[in-house]
Antibody, heavy 120, light 111 residues
């Protein structure tokens, strides 16, 4: 069964960083691309970043480029997203989502989401 | 002028057909970029319904079909069922922002 399992909810203080993991099962991480997308409460989806896991190429949203780091550990079949300098505006559910290389940003498998709350 | 414009809500009767629209602007080039559609039930992650304008992933019902005309993309859902009640999002590439953008979403109510 193909699935993405994300790490648990986080509560962070303003200025801190958060690192979310996304473990793939049922397929090989390197054979697909991966995106990270977030959704603030009651809001639409917001794309953050894309990585071609096979060759390491990345595309970042300009909104996050300066404080977002993505990485992968193919031996663990896991992707990671780290967002720094958190503010209350970063309170959201963060999703990882798989993209087959031929799907042109069509994300066909999604993680269950990780709730990140930023509060003093 | 930002983003993709979707009507906030659409209501249709059971077994009827709903057509959800998504209008782009000159930056996000709906007319010449691939469009994807996703469905999201409350409290759940999104689910891909269509990619690259009108391609359905395996397992998605034929009741869902996507199309595009000019700068407007559409998702048509036939034979509406109670489980179709959800939020629907369109998305495409915005070349001026170099960003994948999502519309504001349409809440579909099945009466």
């Amino acid at each position: 069964q193909v699935q993405l399992v994300q790490s648990g909810a986080e509560v962070k203080k303003p200025g801190a960083s958060v690192k979310v993991s996304c473990k793939a099962s049922g397929y090989t991480l390197a054979n697909y691309a991966m995106h990270w997308v977030r959704q603030a409460p009651g809001q639409t989806l917001e794309w953050m970043v894309y990585i071609n896991v096979g060759n390491g190429n990345t595309k970042y949203s300009q909104t996050f480029q300066d404080r977002l780091t993505i990485s992968t550990d193919t031996s663990a079949n896991t992707a990671y997203m780290e967002l720094s300098s958190l503010t209350s505006e970063d309170t959201a559910v963060y999703y990882c989502a798989r993209e087959p290389y031929t799907y042109d940003f069509g994300m066909d498998v999604w993680g269950q989401g990780t709730t990140v709350t930023v509060s003093s | 002028q930002a983003g993709l414009t979707q009507p906030p809500s659409v209501s249709k009767a059971l077994r009827q057909t709903a057509t959800l629209t998504c209008t782009g602007n000159s930056n996000n080039n709906v007319h010449n970029q691939g469009v994807a559609w996703l469905q999201q039930h409350q409290g759940h992650p999104p689910k891909l319904l269509s990619y690259r304008n009108n391609n359905r992933p395996s397992g998605i019902s034929e009741r869902f079909s996507a199309s595009r005309s000019g700068n407007t993309a559409s998702l048509t859902i036939t034979g509406l069922q109670p489980e179709d009640e959800a939020d629907y999002f369109c998305s495409t590439w915005d070349s001026s922002l170099s960003t994948w953008v999502f519309g504001g979403g349409t809440k579909l109510t099945v009466l």
